[in-house]
């Protein structure tokens, strides 16, 4: 693989049930990041991760929780999901915290029923 | 606080002529980059241009050129020669400081473009 892989590439999910969309990237990048995107409102930060073994909340986190156990793997779990998480997901990755540009996953369309 | 704001929902242009799309900033940090996404109709975000804010040139990557104006905060994308694969929406972002992230970007609402033939 090359770059950034996500899975499930889309999910529909009763309300209440965990989730974990999963986030995979090779190219050895330090920091990564969790955003939502909703129609009309762009993408928003959920987590962020600047190196393995750290974490940070974004601007939307609520409902959510991510680890970063290994450099490669950021997992982002929704623990009870709820209608209003219903959104496409994008994982991404950049070399190092604030360098230059970030490269993304082909995104998780989920849909809470 | 940091904010993107695009103006234009939606542009149409002729294929083989040039667009512009307008991106405003704000930010009180001194030092900032702002970048270019495309995401065409697959879903996918595409890199296309970056401008640092100590820059002293207008960045440039084929096609694509940022006109960048400090003073009055914007950061234009200049789409010469449109192509029809050029049809999707155009996000400007900001490098962010959200919390301790360093390096999270702050999307604006994005432009939907689209190439008439």
């Known amino acids: 693989i090359a770059g950034i892989t996500q899975a499930p590439t889309s999910q529909i999910l009763a309300a209440g049930r965990r989730m974990t969309l999963r986030c995979t990237q090779d190219m050895r990048h330090n920091a990564m990041y969790w955003y939502r995107q909703d129609l009309g409102l762009g993408l928003r930060l959920i987590h962020y991760s600047n190196t393995a073994g750290t974490t940070g909340k974004g601007e939307v986190p609520d409902g959510y929780s991510v680890s970063r156990a290994n450099t490669d793997d950021f997992p982002l779990t929704l623990a009870s999901a709820v209608p209003s998480q219903t959104s496409v997901y994008f994982c991404?990755?950049?070399?190092?915290?604030?360098?230059?540009?970030?490269?993304f996953g082909p995104g998780t369309r989920l849909t809470v029923l | 606080a940091q904010k993107i704001t695009q103006t234009q929902p939606g542009m149409f242009v002729q294929e083989k002529e040039a667009v512009t799309l307008d991106c405003t900033y704000d930010?009180?940090?001194?030092?900032?980059?702002l970048f270019w996404y495309k995401q065409p109709s697959s879903g996918e975000m595409i890199f296309l241009i970056y401008q640092g804010s100590y820059d002293q040139q207008n960045a440039t990557e084929g096609r694509y050129s940022l006109n960048f104006q400090k003073a009055r905060k914007s950061a234009n994308l200049v789409i010469s020669a449109s192509q029809l694969g050029d049809s999707a929406m155009y996000f400007c972002?900001?490098?962010?400081?959200?919390?301790?992230?360093?390096?999270?970007?702050?999307f604006g609402k994005g432009t939907k473009l689209s190439v008439k033939p």
């Open positions: 972002a900001m490098r962010g400081n959200y919390g301790g992230s360093q390096g999270n970007l702050i």
């Open positions: 930010t009180s940090d001194p030092s900032y980059g």
């Open positions: 991404a990755s950049s070399v190092l915290a604030g360098v230059n540009e970030q490269f």
